[in-house]
């Protein structure tokens, strides 16, 4: 049986933490998908379809294995996705007792909805300060992110802020 993961978030854009994440699970699964989702608690500054091109890039350009695929998905629940392609757990990063807090109660819910498990990942401590929101904060306020992205992502925001 393949063993099919997913990797949700938002993305907006895509981080070297983000990245990492990305790298240590494709080695852990058959099939590892990368999973746009529009969340509605935050204000979004790419268009979703922005966001799949620059992951797919930035994973090209790192020379990620070719087990992983990027898609969106704005309908319906995320385990509903999992069901769809067949994924049985999710994958999620995690950079603080913040982020397990948050993510917690919806791994809880996702397993009681679709029986789909969820595990946490800890990057890289290189990474632990990176978030998509700073990186946002930083460009819109004219400032250097290339310590923070993968190349396309630096060059793309770079340029479509000035
Ligand atoms: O990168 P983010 O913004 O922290 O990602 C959050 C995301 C998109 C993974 C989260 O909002 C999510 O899981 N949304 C799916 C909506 C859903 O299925 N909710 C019900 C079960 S928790």
């Known amino acids: 049986m393949r063993r099919i993961a997913v990797v949700p978030g938002s993305f907006d854009p895509v981080t ?21 989702v529009h969340n509605p608690a935050k204000t979004a500054l790419l268009p979703i ?63 009681n909805l679709a029986a789909v498990e969820t595990i946490f990942m800890l990057p890289d401590p290189a990474h632990a300060h990176v978030s998509s929101s700073l990186v946002r904060q930083v460009a819109g306020l004219g400032g250097d992110i290339s310590p923070y992205v993968p190349p396309a992502v630096a060059s793309y925001l770079q340029r479509s802020m000035v």
Request: contains cysteine; hydrophobic residues 50%; proline residues 2%.
């Open 49 to 111: 379809t922005q966001r799949v091109s620059l992951l797919e890039r930035s994973i090209r350009d790192a020379g990620l294995p070719g087990n992983v695929v990027v898609a969106s998905w704005s309908v319906g629940l995320l385990v509903d996705y999992c069901v769809e392609v067949g994924a049985s757990v999710l994958v999620k990063g995690i950079r603080s007792q913040i982020d397990v807090a948050y993510e917690t109660p919806m791994a809880i819910v996702n397993r």
């Open 16 to 36: 070297l933490g983000h990245l990492d994440v990305i790298e240590r699970a494709a080695g852990l699964f058959d099939e590892l998908h990368v999973l746009v």
